[in-house]
Structure formats: C-alpha cells, structure tokens
T-cell receptor, first 114, second 109 residues
Framework: GAGVSQSPSNKVTEKGKDVELRCDPI?????LYWYRQRLGQGLEFLIY????????KSGLPSDRFSAERTGESVSTLTIQRTQQEDSAVYLC????????????FGEGSRLTVL | KNEVEQSPQNLTAQEGEFITINCSYS?????LHWLQQHPGGGIVSLFM???GKKKHGRLIATINIQEKHSSLHITASHPRDSAVYIC???????????FGEGTQLTVNP
C-alpha cells in the first residue's frame, strides 16, 4: 500500500480480554516499530523489528504484551488479559532500515479497556 | 534526568515569528528524528539527522554531535504550524528509539 496501515482504528474491550492490533508497513520497509501514547502523554517506544526479528523486547510493558512479524511484512501486537492502564493509542511506523531511515507512521489503533 | 530533553515545553508565538525548539540528549546516538504531531494525533516525520543541517521549506534542523544538541527552527511561522514537535534519538547501540516529552507550539494569527 501507499502508507502504513493499522487496524482496527478503534477497539473497545472489556478488562481481561485479549486484543490483537495489526500493522501493515510500507512495502519494502525492513524496519517496523510499535509505540504507545497514553492520553495526554508522550510517545513510549515498545518494540522494533529488523526483518522478522525483534532484537530488544525490553520496552514491552509486561509479559502480557507480545509482538510478531512475518514475511518481513505485517506485524501483530497482542495484549493478553487487558487492563485499564493498557488504554492508549498504539502507533506503528516503518522505515527502509533501522536507525538510518525516515519514519512513516500509521494513524494508530485507539484501544479503550473498560 | 531524561535521556532526551526538549525546551521549551510550551511555546506561543505570533504569526511570522522565527521559532526555535531545542533538544538535548545524554547518550551516544546514530540518528535523531524530529516529528510533528497534529491535534488530531497523526504523526509526521520532519527530519532525520546524523550530522550537520537539513532544510525543508520553512523548516531547518541542525545537530551538533559533540555537544549532543539539536535545534528545529521554523521561519515565518504560521498558525498551521501549531502542533507538538517531538525529538527522538536512536541510540548508538541500536536498541531503541527514545523520545523527548514534546514541545507544544501555538502560533496565533
């Protein structure tokens, strides 16, 4: 596609449910990043992928969070047993390469945990 | 102390004024990004720098690697420049992107 696509754009879920957020990066971009932005707060780096590998997962807030990427393309961020503090906009970005490429952002997935 | 510090946190200007936003960082980096986030939430990458200076339209970004400092300048500011400007650095170890808290810019007509 022409840009980074994220789905769903909005997700309302009940506490304790699992959610999956999807990111389709720009074709050919080897680097993919997940961020989180809570209401009124700054951007929080979660994880990045170089190809299908995630070299550093320490940015994930807890072991309820996991992410994978397949085919050097689509990535899924999964949050298990959601909590109210997980409510945020989850942003995905991609770039041609890690640390040297311009970042292209998706519109984000707004997650609300009731 | 945050690894990336921006100043000022808030900036109000009159249309036409020259604006400077500063970013200081404490770690070795391989690249620095300036991002713009509009009130609707969308984020746009303005610049990626590893040295020197870049210019795009009315925007200029500079970086001084020795002093661990970068500036974003806006010439002839316009109300449509009102947004949050975010500095982010990619550490030299290449493990993560660290963000500043952002600078809220408001340009009044």
């Amino acid at each position: 596609g022409a840009g980074v696509s994220q789905s769903p754009s909005n997700k309302v879920t009940e506490k304790g449910k699992d959610v999956e957020l999807r990111c389709d990066p720009i074709s050919g971009h080897t680097a993919l990043y997940w961020y989180r932005q809570r209401l009124g707060q700054g951007l929080e780096f979660l994880i990045y992928f170089q190809g299908n590998s995630a070299p550093d997962k320490s940015g994930l807030p807890s072991d309820r969070f996991s992410a994978e990427r397949t085919g050097e393309s689509v990535s899924t961020l999964t949050i298990q047993r959601t909590q109210q503090e997980d409510s945020a906009v989850y942003l995905c970005a991609s770039s041609l390469s890690v640390d040297t490429g311009e970042l292209f952002f998706g519109e984000g997935s707004r997650l609300t945990v009731l | 102390k945050n690894e990336v510090e921006q100043s000022p946190q808030n900036l109000t200007a009159q249309e036409g004024e020259f604006i400077t936003i500063n970013c200081s960082y404490s770690v070795g980096i391989s690249a620095l990004h300036w991002l713009q986030q509009h009130p609707g939430g969308g984020i746009v990458s303005l610049f990626m720098l590893s040295s020197g200076k870049k210019k795009h339209g009315r925007l200029i970004a500079t970086i001084n690697i020795q002093e661990k400092h970068s500036s974003l300048h806006i010439t002839a500011s316009h109300p449509r420049d009102s947004a949050v400007y975010i500095c982010a650095v990619w550490g030299a170890s290449g493990s993560r992107l660290t963000f500043g808290e952002g600078t809220q810019l408001t340009v009044n007509p």
